[in-house]
C-alpha cells in the first residue's frame, strides 16, 4: 500500500454500547489514526426512559418527586430538590428554615459519596485496585449514614414540597459527627494516595486537558468546569436553600498547584477538596440549624389541591456532585399533572466536551479520560473504532479497553 | 465588565431590542435565615428580535451560560425559553435569566445560536427532535435521544396530533386511556 493512502486512513472504534468506564449506557465513535484518537463522535440516547412524558402526563406533582428520585441513583437527592424548588416557586409555597438546613445536610452527605465512588471507578480505570477497594470500603461509612439518617441508602423520599419528610434529633448528631471524624481522619491519607503517587500522576497529568476557554464555549459544568479554572459553582454564584447562609467558594485546582492546567489530575484534585468541604458544610449546617417545624403543609389532601389550583413557572438550579441541575417546571391551574417539565442533568452539556478531551489521546487513556468527567447516562447514555486505510469498524469492549488500560500504567511502574 | 441590576438588565433589552421586546419582569424570592435574594429575570421577545436579544447577552457577559431550551405546548403556539446564567463565579452574583420567544404552530421555526454559543448544539437538536420545532442552520441537524426506528413526525413533549400517544403499547384486555382530556 502507497504511504500516502496510509497517512489518509483512519479507523473508527466502536466502544460500547456499555459505555468503556463507567459500564453505563453510551457509544463513542472514536475516529483513530493509528493509536491516536482524532475524531470523537457520542451518541446518546440509548436509554432514554420519558421521565419528563411522565411526568407532564401521567404522575400527580408528588408522585412525581419519587420518579425524579428514579433519574439517577447517585443524584437521588439532587433531582427532587432541584423539582420541589422550581415548583415552590410556581406555587409560591414556603419552606421551614430547619428543613432547607436538612436539605443541604442530605445533599453534602451526598456529594460525599458520589465522589468517593467516583475515585474508586478512577482508580479501577489505571488499574489501581487496591485504591478502588479502599475508596469504596471508606465510602461506606457515609452510605451507613445516609441509611442511618434517612432511612435507606439510595432513593431516600426526604423531600416534600414546602419541605423535607424526616427531621435530624439530637440523638443522631454525635453519629453523625463520628462519621464526619472518620473522614477527616482519612482524608490525609487519601490525598497522599490520589495526589502524591507517581503512578497516579503519570497516569492523570496532562490527561484529557480541557482549556479554560473550551469549558466556557462548550458550557461544561461542575468538577470538570472547576478543574479547567471556571470558578462556578451554584452554591456559590446563585445559592439556594441554606446555601445562601453559609459562604462557599468554589473550588478550583490552583488552590493546590498555583497553576490550572485543566487534566484528569486536576479534577481528581477538585474532587478531593469538595469531599473536605462537603464535610465543613455539614457541620456549620448542624451546628447553625434552627429548630422549628420541618414542614409547612403536612395534609397531603390539602398539598395536592394547593398545586391543582396554583399556576405559574418556577426554575430552580442544584450543585449535584456532577455540576449545575437544572429543573423548569409549569403549572396550570386545574391540571393535576406538570404542564411543562424540563430537566437539564450536568452529563447532558459535558459531554459535549468528550470529542475535544479525548482529541490527540491514545486509545488506553480514553477510559480515565473519559470517566474524569464523572459522566452518569442515567441522567442522559457507547465507543466505535475506524480504519482510515482500510475503513473497517470494529468494536471495542470495555473488557478490551480496560485491558489496554491496565497495561499502560504497568508499563509505566516498571 | 461593569455589572447591571436586574431591572436595569431589563431596560437595556428594552432599549436594544425596541419594538422586539415583548415583557420583561423580575423574580425575587428571600431563602433561609439571612434572607439573602434568589433572583431570577424573565424577558420576553418577539422571534424577529431574538438573535439580537442573544447577541445582547453575549454583550452582559463574555461567555454566558446556557443551561438548556426548555419548550411548552401552548395550544396553538409553542413556547420556547433559553434559560441563561449571567455574572458567575462571584460570591450571590449570579442572575438566571429566561429569554421567552413564542412561535405560531404555522412557523415552527428558530434561527440556531451554535455560532454565538457552542454548546447550545445537544440542546438544539433536543429541541428539534422532541417539540418538532426547526432549527435553522444547525450544524448537526441528527437526533439526538430519540432512536432511528421512532417514525417521523412523532414529537414526544406535543399535546396535539403529533403527540407520541399513538405508539404507547395497551396491554391485552386493557382500553386505550384517553389521553386527550387535561389531567
Not at chain 1, 10 to 32: R, S, V, W
Not at chain 1, 323 to 339: F, K
Not at chain 2, 142 to 167: A, C, H, M, N, Q
Request: with cysteine; hydrophobic share 40%.
Amino acid at each position: 500500500m502507497a504511504v500516502s493512502e496510509t497517512e489518509k486512513g483512519t479507523y473508527t472504534i466502536p466502544i460500547g454500547p456499555i459505555h468503556p468506564a463507567l459500564k453505563e449506557p453510551i457509544q463513542l465513535m472514536l475516529e483513530i489514526d493509528g493509536e491516536k484518537v482524532v475524531n470523537t463522535d457520542v451518541l446518546a440516547g440509548q436509554v432514554h426512559r420519558s421521565i419528563e412524558w411522565l411526568g407532564m402526563n401521567r404522575n400527580n406533582p408528588v408522585q412525581t418527586i419519587y420518579l425524579a428520585e428514579r433519574i439517577c441513583g447517585i443524584c437521588n437527592i439532587c433531582h427532587p430538590f432541584c423539582l420541589v424548588m422550581a415548583v415552590e416557586q410556581a406555587a409560591n409555597i414556603a419552606v421551614p428554615d430547619r428543613a432547607e438546613y436538612i436539605r443541604v445536610i442530605a445533599a453534602e452527605m451526598e456529594r460525599i459519596h458520589s465522589h468517593m465512588l467516583w475515585a474508586g471507578v478512577a482508580a479501577h480505570e489505571i488499574g489501581f485496585d487496591t485504591v478502588f477497594y479502599l475508596t469504596w470500603r471508606a465510602r461506606e461509612e457515609v452510605m451507613d449514614l445516609i441509611e442511618y439518617v434517612f432511612g435507606n441508602r439510595v432513593t431516600k423520599a426526604a423531600l416534600q414540597f414546602g419541605g423535607v419528610r424526616r427531621d435530624i434529633t439530637a440523638e443522631q448528631l454525635p453519629r453523625i459527627q463520628k462519621s464526619l471524624d472518620y473522614y477527616k481522619g482519612i482524608f490525609e491519607h487519601l490525598r497522599r494516595i490520589f495526589l502524591e503517587d507517581k503512578t497516579v500522576q503519570a497516569r492523570t497529568r496532562n490527561v484529557g486537558t480541557l482549556s479554560t476557554e473550551d469549558a466556557l464555549k462548550l458550557l461544561t459544568v461542575g468538577p470538570s468546569a472547576r478543574a479547567s479554572g471556571v470558578p462556578k459553582d451554584v452554591r456559590q454564584d446563585q445559592p439556594y436553600s441554606a446555601y445562601a447562609d453559609l459562604n462557599i467558594k468554589a473550588i478550583t485546582p490552583d488552590i493546590v498547584t498555583g497553576t490550572v492546567v485543566g487534566d484528569v489530575y486536576d479534577r481528581i484534585i477538585v474532587r478531593l477538596l469538595e469531599v473536605k468541604q462537603s464535610i465543613e458544610i455539614i457541620e456549620e449546617c448542624i451546628a447553625k440549624m434552627p429548630e422549628g417545624p420541618t414542614m409547612s403543609e403536612p395534609k397531603m389532601p390539602r398539598l395536592l389541591r394547593l398545586l391543582a389550583a396554583a399556576a405559574g413557572e418556577g426554575v430552580a438550579r442544584v450543585e449535584a456532585p456532577r455540576g449545575e441541575d437544572i429543573h423548569y417546571v409549569r403549572l396550570e391551574a386545574g391540571q393535576q399533572t406538570l404542564t411543562t417539565w424540563k430537566v437539564r442533568a450536568p452529563t447532558y452539556v459535558n459531554l459535549m466536551a468528550v470529542p475535544t478531551i479525548l482529541k490527540g489521546m491514545q486509545i488506553a487513556d480514553v477510559p480515565i479520560a473519559f470517566a474524569s468527567l464523572d459522566p452518569c447516562m442515567s441522567c442522559t447514555n457507547r465507543v466505535t473504532v475506524t480504519d482510515r486505510a482500510t475503513g473497517r469498524t470494529s468494536l471495542l469492549d470495555y473488557e478490551e479497553l480496560h485491558r489496554l488500560s491496565v497495561e499502560k500504567t504497568r508499563k509505566l511502574q516498571r | 465588565m461593569e455589572r447591571l441590576s436586574p431591572q436595569a438588565i431589563i431596560d437595556s433589552f428594552r432599549k436594544e431590542l425596541g419594538k422586539g421586546f415583548v415583557s420583561g419582569t423580575v423574580y425575587e424570592r428571600e431563602v433561609a435565615v439571612k434572607k439573602n435574594k434568589f433572583r431570577s429575570l424573565w424577558v420576553e421577545v418577539k422571534k424577529s428580535a431574538f438573535r439580537r436579544a442573544v447577541e445582547h447577552i453575549c454583550r452582559l457577559q463574555e461567555h454566558p451560560h446556557l443551561a438548556v431550551i426548555s419548550s411548552g405546548d401552548l395550544g396553538t403556539e409553542v413556547e420556547l425559553i433559553y434559560h441563561f446564567t449571567i455574572y458567575y463565579g462571584h460570591h450571590l452574583e449570579e442572575l438566571s435569566l429566561g429569554l421567552r420567544v413564542k412561535l405560531p404552530k404555522t412557523d415552527l421555526t428558530i434561527p440556531t445560536i451554535t455560532d454565538l454559543i457552542p454548546g447550545a448544539i445537544f440542546t438544539e437538536r433536543e429541541t428539534q427532535e422532541m417539540m418538532g420545532v426547526k432549527v435553522v442552520d444547525i450544524p448537526d441537524g441528527r437526533r439526538l435521544f430519540i432512536s432511528e426506528d421512532v417514525p417521523e413526525g412523532v414529537y414526544p413533549w406535543r399535546k396535539d396530533e403529533t403527540g407520541p400517544e399513538k405508539l404507547l403499547r395497551v396491554l391485552p384486555g386493557r382500553k386505550p386511556k384517553q389521553w386527550d382530556q387535561k389531567g
